[in-house]
């Protein structure tokens, strides 16, 4: 045999070996065993699950953040707005229940009475209302709380600092405690000049001389109008003092 018909017979044979490789390699194997399909369902489940999740976190994630910026934001236009409208609000004369414009006790000297009136008038003409302070953290020197969102936090409406939920009441932070309430906003509620700073507010019926315990405002508030409707006690005759 010569030197060609070798390499003609051992390229024959790498030609069929070649041959017999891309044959088996285009088979498929047939699983015809359960218990072996089920493994393998159970395998490519629990892939696409895991990608599905993976994809559902990182959406969650992404709207979380687009949520916490956006309620940030409104948040911080909602609480500029109320201050700009609550800023510089009338305030009711003691004695005659009128507004500064619409009183005539001012000409009376030497009340004390009117002369804390005049006073509260003229500070509140150059001072500006209070703008929200940004931060993570809360006013309050001592607490530990950080990182704080719209969801566990709110600027206080006295000196705009940003508290935690547990120190939100002027008397619970480092408040400026000697403003007098900026954000009178209902006829009805009685000043003798004094410091209602912290927020709480009872019920005070001149006709029937009822009298509630301290609550918020807005609880106060639906106290009242309860009490009115209640009674029958004239409204102008219910009012609200402060703590």
Known sequence: ???????????????????????????????????????????????????????????????????????????????????????????????????????????????????????????QKSVPPPKPIQSDKCAYALCREKNLNYLNSKNCKLCGKLVCLEHVQPENHDCVKHIYVKFLRKDWLRKYGLNVSGGKYKVVCDNCGYQSGFSLIESAGEERTNHIETHGCDGNSVFLEGA
């Open 1 to 123: 045999m010569g030197l060609f018909d070798k390499f003609k017979k051992k390229k024959k044979h790498l030609n069929n070996l070649e041959k017999r490789i891309n044959k088996e390699s285009d088979k498929v194997e047939i699983v015809i065993d359960p218990l072996e399909i089920a493994k393998i369902n159970k395998i490519e489940s629990n892939k696409i699950r895991e990608k599905h999740q993976q994809e559902l976190n990182e959406l969650k994630l992404k709207n979380n953040e687009l949520d916490i910026n956006r309620f940030e934001k409104e948040k911080i236009k909602n609480t500029e707005n109320s201050q700009k409208e609550n800023h510089n609000v009338g305030i009711v004369c003691p004695k005659c229940k009128n507004k500064p414009k619409e009183c005539e006790c001012q000409k009376e000297l030497g009340d004390p009475l009117v002369d804390e009136v005049v006073r509260m008038i003229e500070s």
